[in-house]
């Protein structure tokens, strides 16, 4: 389990009911506030309005299948001057990938 939100994530909560018991109260706290901050620019410094940023954990253990489910990707999209903000990030290491606007979406995402 996890709860995400704009601004702040949980950590991953593994339930067991036959350990927990069915029906028991489950807390997740918000407690992933990672925020990456930056800005987008063509090689002449140019900026890259509205392009598109995904954000996704450098390290192959915190990419595993049920954080990808539980989570998705980050993604966010530039402002017209090229600045942008992924939030609710969990502390560590994060790839970065961003394309202009005009790119097809599976080549922007994939």
Do not use: C, W
């Not at 995400?4 to 350990?19: E, G, K, M, N």
């Not at 954000?55 to 595993?64: I, N, T």
């Not at 049920?66 to 903000?85: N, S």
């Amino acid at each position: 389990m996890a709860a995400v939100h704009d601004a702040a994530s949980s950590s991953t909560r593994y339930v067991d009911l036959s350990q927990d018991g069915a029906g028991s109260a489950v807390e997740l706290v918000l407690d992933a506030t990672g925020v990456v901050r930056g800005s987008v620019e063509f090689a002449n410094g140019e900026p890259v309005g509205e392009a598109v940023i995904v954000a996704e954990p450098a390290s192959a253990l915190v990419r595993g299948r049920v954080e990808g489910t539980l989570r998705g990707k980050h993604v966010t999209v530039a402002d017209p001057g090229g600045r942008f903000e992924v939030r609710g990030l969990v502390h560590g290491t994060y790839n970065l990938r961003a394309a202009a606007l005009g790119i097809p979406l599976h080549q922007r995402l994939s």
